[in-house]
């Protein structure tokens, strides 16, 4: 680990912790971004492709922009000019450019995004991880358990902070669990399919921090999970384009807002749920500014017992484009948009047995649910009578059809309980 790594590394540490003590009001935290977003404007309107076209314009005059937007012009977006199928290209010769890394998103929305960062960028990004994730000390072993491997975390081992194993979910969720417990992390990251499978196993590890990532946290894997480790699971919410957010202590998930800026579109009529449009003060080499996410937010309200300033978040809902869009009953309205939660809610309350599920909007006006094959039709049947009585409480009556199959868990792709088959990229 050279010099500059080191300084990095702990300058992203000392200074994360520090704000966190200083950042005591929203009209702080206010002025420190306004502060950061007129450092990165002037760096990119002079430095990258993209931004040096619009002139010397204010930051809010900068375009919002889409996954789609960037990959079709990736090399307006990082300073070293490399297009989109020169870093697929990299990726799939295992290369990288010296002094830098490139990966990719997981696809989960049916297109693949690509990042850029320097060797600087993944130690700043490590030690705001580990100010914000983890007390302390030296003797943390941290599990990160996902399906595929990024340089980021090298960074970690690099600078000796901590010991972190890599997990890759790809040899299974079986072979996972042996390598957990051969490990005996004190600290486990991964996706909450992975670590509900590890409680139902009774996997024999003792972590005193777990983290879900990667996925949306659903109440019944929650459940089992904190029940079988008798802790209380965290969140950490990161993609491809950032860090956005790390529950604290006392449980709450709290926006990254000392590092990114957070522009919070309403979604529908609701007050507190959003969609996030997030620009990266972090970042130099590929610019994230003012990109729209495909995540669905619910904001909570006051303030958490930590103290944080730092907009908290009631819960990760899911992805805007799996909002069920149906027909209004009246024939001529704007089509009825139901949200993931509405659609999980109805139904997990159906009946307490329910622990997995999957619910799929298939056609224009027809829905389908899945259960396990040890589910009782009569419970079938309650499911669909919950989700018509919340469709007609939205004004729509699709058809609700119901079966019985298995519900596997699959490593390779993200685990969506509830997905929107009909209408993809709605947002």
């Known amino acids: 680990m050279t010099p500059r790594a080191i300084s990095a590394l702990a300058s992203a540490f000392l200074r994360t912790r520090i704000l966190h003590t200083w950042l005591t009001s929203r009209e702080r935290l206010a002025r420190w971004q306004n502060w950061k977003l007129e450092q990165l404007r002037r760096y990119a309107i002079t430095h990258v492709g993209f931004y040096r076209e619009l002139g010397n314009v204010p930051w809010s005059a900068f375009p919002v922009l889409s996954k789609q937007d960037v990959m079709r012009r990736f090399e307006a977006f990082n300073r070293l000019g490399l297009s989109a199928p020169q870093v697929w290209a990299m990726i799939d010769r295992g290369e990288a450019p010296a002094g830098y890394d490139v990966g990719c998103s997981t696809g989960t929305s049916g297109s693949r995004g690509l990042y850029l960062v320097s060797d600087h960028e993944r130690f700043v990004w490590l030690g705001t991880l ?4 983890l007390p302390l000390q030296l003797s943390h072993r941290v599990a990160i358990v996902l399906p595929r491997m990024s340089r980021l975390y090298d960074a970690a081992n690099e600078s000796g902070l901590l010991k972190l194993r890599f997990i890759d ?22 996706p909450p399919k992975a670590l509900r499978f590890f409680a139902e196993a009774r996997t024999q590890v003792s972590p005193r921090l777990m983290f879900s990532s990667a996925e949306v946290l659903d109440p019944p894997d929650r459940r089992m999970i904190e029940h079988y ?16 957010g790390v529950s604290c202590e006392h449980g709450t998930l709290h926006l990254a807002e000392d590092v990114v800026h957070f522009e919070l579109e309403p979604v529908g009529r609701s007050s507190d749920m959003v969609r996030p449009i997030v620009t990266d003060f972090t970042r130099r080499t590929q610019v994230t500014a ?10 909570a309200h006051g303030r958490c017992p930590c103290g944080s300033a730092l907009q908290a978040v009631a819960e990760i809902i899911g992805r805007s484009d799996d909002v069920f869009q149906l027909p209004h009953l009246d024939g001529s309205a704007a089509p009825v948009m139901l949200t993931p939660d509405i659609l999980r809610n109805a139904v997990l309350a159906a009946d307490r047995s329910i622990d997995d599920f999957r619910i799929r909007q298939v056609e224009h006006n027809r829905i389908e649910v899945v259960l396990s094959p040890d589910m009782a039709p009569a ?6 009578a919950a989700v018509l009585l919340a469709c007609a409480r939205a004004r729509t009556s699709p058809e609700v059809g119901w079966r019985q199959e298995p519900l596997p868990v699959r490593t390779d792709m993200k685990l969506r ?4 088959c009909c209408h993809p990229g709605v947002s």
């Open 130 to 133: 580990v100010a914000k994730a």
């Open 169 to 190: 979910l790809s040899d299974g969720l079986e072979t996972a669990a042996a390598a957990l417990v051969k490990f005996r992390p004190t600290v486990v990251v991964g």
């Open 229 to 244: 480790f008798h802790l209380k699971l965290r969140e950490i919410y990161m993609a491809t384009e950032g860090l956005f």
């Open 290 to 299: 003012r990109y729209r996410m495909n995540d669905i937010l619910r904001l």
């Open 379 to 384: 419970i079938g049947e309650r499911v669909r």
């Open 417 to 420: 309980r509830v997905e929107n």
